[in-house]
């Protein structure tokens, strides 16, 4: 799931006080799941955005609104209704729905909310934990189901560094060392041989090195196109 | 009543069906008639379905802001003095069994009123010269 994490107010203040109206929109997805970017935190936002002292001269008008997922073109440009007199919008997606927005409602100024994060998991509920960063070459199989670039402060792939402390990463925070996790889960599922594994230079284009990445799935609404 | 609505262009040629990557459509061809069935609890909302139909038919915004369904209604004790709602019968009786108590129906504000009422030995003297 993406997460997300709310910028500081100021920071979306100076981004937002030239305005005269401002959608204020929420996403349904990933950003509501975490708490960071859905309804609720939308009209709470736009709350706290609406006051006075925040500004020089009026604030701008805000106006709430969410959709079910703002990273799909065609969904946004029937659904999502732009309030007249709308000068920006202020999205609090993912990067992936600010983008898209800004380009089905260019040249309409579309901005972040959000600083999109990382791709994780919730292993308690409250606490969101990076785990994948989508390399394109995922290598899970070889240390047991624990992603040593996502999680390996090093992206190390032959065990860990020499800062590893007590099963704890040199960063420190309580990080705990990916390698260190990687052996155990290796141990207990008898694959202690993985280990013992060369994992020689990763080609990283598949990560992106070679640009931005694409799916495509053909026989979608191929002749079918919305907006 | 279901949220996947369709309108009078559906021709049931089950374009929807067969692409809902979620199998959260199907179909029962019975005593020669065709319903379309959807589940709500296996759909994803991706809107692929909306996209591939080549009738145009489904009505997809019913699946993004529409009806609240009721789930439960239980009744409501109130303040004996106000009226202010205060809690269910079965969470009185939780609260009853947790405290060994039972409890009038009484708001925070009420209800130290009701007990500064019941005392029956007056207000203490002091409190009497201060409010006087």
Redesign the interface.
């Given at each position: 799931m993406i997460v997300g994490d709310r910028k500081p107010l100021k920071e979306i203040v100076s981004a937002i006080k030239t305005y005269k109206q401002v959608l204020v929109l929420g996403c349904g997805s990933c950003v509501t799941v975490c708490l960071s970017g859905g309804e609720r935190e939308a009209e709470q936002l736009s709350r706290e955005l609406d006051q006075v002292r925040h500004y020089q001269g009026t604030p701008p008008k805000f106006v709430v609104g969410s959709?079910?997922r703002q990273c799909?073109r065609?969904?946004v440009l029937?659904?999502q209704d732009m309030p007249a007199g709308t000068d920006a919008v202020l999205s609090l997606a993912c990067g992936a729905g600010v983008q898209t927005l800004a380009d089905a409602f260019e040249p309409l100024p579309v901005i972040p909310a959000l600083n999109t994060t990382f791709l994780g998991a919730s292993d308690k509920p409250g606490i969101w934990t990076e785990k994948c960063k989508g390399c394109g070459d995922c290598i899970l199989i070889h240390t047991g189901g624990i992603c040593p670039i996502a999680r390996c402060a090093k992206s190390l792939f032959n065990g860990p560094c020499g800062g590893s402390k007590g099963g704890y990463c040199e960063v420190g925070q309580g990080i705990p060392c990916a390698w260190t996790q990687i052996v155990a889960r290796l141990k207990k599922m008898d694959k202690l041989h993985c280990y013992e594994q060369i994992h020689t230079l990763k080609d990283w284009k598949p990560g992106g090195a070679a640009g931005l990445r694409n799916r495509v799935r053909t026989g979608?609404?191929d002749g079918?196109q919305?907006n | 009543m279901s949220y996947f609505r369709v309108n009078q262009n559906c021709n049931g040629c089950l374009a929807c069906v067969e692409?809902c990557p979620a199998a959260a459509l199907a179909f029962v061809d019975q005593n020669g008639r065709r319903t379309l069935k959807h589940s709500m609890t296996q759909c994803a909302?991706c809107?692929?379905c909306w996209?591939?139909?080549?009738q145009d038919a489904i009505e997809?915004?019913h699946l993004?802001t529409g009806q609240w369904d009721d789930v439960i209604t239980l009744d409501l004790i109130h303040c004996q003095i106000c009226g202010e709602p205060l809690y269910s019968p079965a969470y009185r009786q939780r609260i009853e069994s947790k405290l060994n108590s039972t409890h009038e129906g009484l708001c925070s504000k009420h209800r130290q009123s009701y007990y500064a009422a019941k005392w029956p030995y007056g207000l203490p003297s002091r409190a009497k010269t201060d409010l006087k």
């Amino acid at each position: 799931m993406i997460v997300g994490d709310r910028k500081p107010l100021k920071e979306i203040v100076s981004a937002i006080k030239t305005y005269k109206q401002v959608l204020v929109l929420g996403c349904g997805s990933c950003v509501t799941v975490c708490l960071s970017g859905g309804e609720r935190e939308a009209e709470q936002l736009s709350r706290e955005l609406d006051q006075v002292r925040h500004y020089q001269g009026t604030p701008p008008k805000f106006v709430v609104g969410s959709i079910l997922r703002q990273c799909e073109r065609d969904l946004v440009l029937a659904y999502q209704d732009m309030p007249a007199g709308t000068d920006a919008v202020l999205s609090l997606a993912c990067g992936a729905g600010v983008q898209t927005l800004a380009d089905a409602f260019e040249p309409l100024p579309v901005i972040p909310a959000l600083n999109t994060t990382f791709l994780g998991a919730s292993d308690k509920p409250g606490i969101w934990t990076e785990k994948c960063k989508g390399c394109g070459d995922c290598i899970l199989i070889h240390t047991g189901g624990i992603c040593p670039i996502a999680r390996c402060a090093k992206s190390l792939f032959n065990g860990p560094c020499g800062g590893s402390k007590g099963g704890y990463c040199e960063v420190g925070q309580g990080i705990p060392c990916a390698w260190t996790q990687i052996v155990a889960r290796l141990k207990k599922m008898d694959k202690l041989h993985c280990y013992e594994q060369i994992h020689t230079l990763k080609d990283w284009k598949p990560g992106g090195a070679a640009g931005l990445r694409n799916r495509v799935r053909t026989g979608l609404g191929d002749g079918n196109q919305r907006n | 009543m279901s949220y996947f609505r369709v309108n009078q262009n559906c021709n049931g040629c089950l374009a929807c069906v067969e692409n809902c990557p979620a199998a959260a459509l199907a179909f029962v061809d019975q005593n020669g008639r065709r319903t379309l069935k959807h589940s709500m609890t296996q759909c994803a909302r991706c809107g692929q379905c909306w996209r591939v139909c080549p009738q145009d038919a489904i009505e997809f915004q019913h699946l993004l802001t529409g009806q609240w369904d009721d789930v439960i209604t239980l009744d409501l004790i109130h303040c004996q003095i106000c009226g202010e709602p205060l809690y269910s019968p079965a969470y009185r009786q939780r609260i009853e069994s947790k405290l060994n108590s039972t409890h009038e129906g009484l708001c925070s504000k009420h209800r130290q009123s009701y007990y500064a009422a019941k005392w029956p030995y007056g207000l203490p003297s002091r409190a009497k010269t201060d409010l006087k």
